[in-house]
């Protein structure tokens, strides 16, 4: 293909993306990456969340426009090098992969069975938790919010960029 060629499905394909599916509808296209988001199994690069609908569940997608689907590969590539670097939160899987701890800064903060929460690759699990927590404070709230009392204000206290 000539460099200055466009594949005009494949940018239809981006441009036009349904942007939301009901969920019994592709329960079977998808898989499970951390609590509330899942991709497609053909794409597992696009995060999807699940959220509730009057009419049942609905995957939605996480992005707002096509246009960050689309990106200059390189400039990507530069920014991921430069968000790893960056990012405090880390996991670790015990050796059976059943159970994740998740640390901020080597302190670990949680644990999280993931038989139970039905996390289907933990190995993307580790990778994507932490990006998913640099870049998302509610999601940090609601985790800190969701351990014990006394262990939360241990970990507020250390760490009060956490609040």
Do not use: C, H
């Amino acid at each position: 293909m000539d460099k200055y060629s466009i594949d005009t499905d494949t940018l239809d394909r981006l441009l036009n993306a349904p942007k939301m599916y009901k969920l019994a509808d592709v329960q079977d296209q998808i898989r499970k990456v951390a609590f509330d988001v899942v991709t497609f199994r053909n794409d597992p690069e696009t995060l999807w969340q699940i959220v509730k609908g009057e009419d049942g569940d609905y995957i939605v997608a996480t992005y707002d426009s096509a246009s960050e689907l689309i990106s200059n590969s390189s400039a990507a590539a530069a920014k991921s090098k430069t968000a790893s670097a960056n990012i405090a939160w880390a996991v670790e899987t015990d050796r059976l992969q059943k159970t994740a701890t998740i640390f901020y800064k080597n302190t670990p903060i949680t644990n999280i069975n993931l038989v139970a929460a039905k996390i289907e690759d933990p190995e993307d699990f580790k990778y994507r938790i932490p990006q998913m927590l640099n870049k998302n404070a509610s999601l940090v709230r609601k985790m800190i919010s969701g351990l014990e009392e006394s262990y939360r204000r241990q970990i507020l206290n250390k760490f009060p960029e956490l609040q």
